[in-house]
């Protein structure tokens, strides 16, 4: 299995544009996280989902940030506008449930600067 | 709120020299407690999953161990290959939110 895929890898832009993280799960998996991890305030959960549904936002920081999961092979974390405070190296994880014995396999990143 | 917290924050070793990472939480029931490995600039890697007290895990040099309160990532005769910062998280009993610590960052010199 490939793992979980994220794309792309380096994002760099400018504040006020629209950002969009993508991510695939890895296949079979029915639950997906979103993570954001800077320095500062290490890894943070954003949000997930299970069975294609958001469970749980509450760690979105903003309105600006949204999630989507059309299907059970791709989910889009976007930002909008992006602000500089928002840098910061965002990850994507899945696992095959909520319950017990539940093991979150990471993808590689999205580093994210906003300038 | 759930809460975990790592120590040290960073910690240096000669290579064979044998220590120990501590991961303290408060949970509201305690589902699972998982330890991360992170290399720069990749993501987490999964070591262990530990689920009730006195239960311990295995894997090459490191062991994992679990309390009511708190875990240890005990590393023998660490080699360089080791270096990495190492995560601890909690899942709680209803099975639904994941809280990473800070993670400690080790360093083991040759």
């Known amino acids: 299995d490939a793992g979980v895929i994220q794309s792309p890898r380096h994002e760099v832009t400018e504040m006020g544009q629209e950002v969009t993280l993508r991510c695939k799960p890895i296949?079979?998996?029915?639950?997906l996280f979103w993570y954001r991890q800077t320095m500062m305030r290490g890894l943070e959960l954003l949000i997930y989902?299970?069975?294609?549904?958001?469970?749980?936002d509450s760690g979105m920081p903003e309105d600006r940030f949204s999630a989507k999961m059309p299907n059970a092979s791709f989910s889009t974390l976007k930002i909008q506008p992006s602000e500089p405070r928002d840098s910061a190296v965002y990850f994507c994880a899945s696992a095959m449930s909520l319950l017990a014995k539940n093991i979150q396999y990471f993808g590689a990143g999205t580093r994210l600067s906003v300038l | 709120e759930d809460q975990v917290t790592q120590s040290p924050e960073a910690l240096r070793l000669q290579e064979g020299e044998s220590s120990s990472l501590n991961c303290s939480y408060t949970?509201?029931?305690?589902?699972?407690l998982f330890w991360y490995r992170q290399d720069p600039g990749k993501g987490p890697e999964f070591l262990f999953t530990?689920?009730?007290a006195g239960e311990e895990k295995e894997k090459e040099r490191l062991k994992a161990t679990l309390t009511k309160k708190e875990s240890f990532l005990h590393i023998t005769a660490p080699k360089p290959e080791d270096s990495a910062t190492y995560l601890c998280a909690v899942q709680d009993a209803y099975g639904q939110n994941f809280v990473f610590g800070p993670g400690t960052r080790l360093s083991v010199l040759p």
């Open positions: 296949s079979g998996h029915n639950s």
């Open positions: 989902f299970n069975n294609n549904v958001p469970i749980d």
């Open positions: 530990l689920y009730s």
């Open positions: 949970v509201s029931g305690l589902r699972g």
